[in-house]
């Protein structure tokens, strides 16, 4: 990764040498290797492993909703 400063008038020049911290940078250039190893090459077993903890925190915080949920009803209830 390079990370790249801008100058002005659309031009940017390369950060020599590359700082350790990107937050600096206002653009980072990558190569194609890098980018291998990205996001988008999961495996399918990978894939399956992140949808599975994603469905699964949704089901807790539909859990948590109905409870809260129930407290709230039980609330109402009892000052009626």
């Known amino acids: 990764m390079q990370c790249l400063i801008d100058l002005g008038a659309g031009t940017y020049q390369v950060l020599v040498p590359q700082p350790s911290d990107y937050t600096t940078c206002t653009a980072l250039v990558v190569s194609p290797t890098e980018l291998q190893n990205g996001v988008m090459h999961l495996t399918a077993a990978e894939g399956v492993q992140i949808s599975l903890s994603i469905g699964l925190l949704w089901a807790i ?12 009803e039980g609330e109402s209830n009892e000052t009626n």
């Open 61 to 72: 915080a539909a859990a948590f909703r109905a409870v809260i949920h129930m407290l709230k």
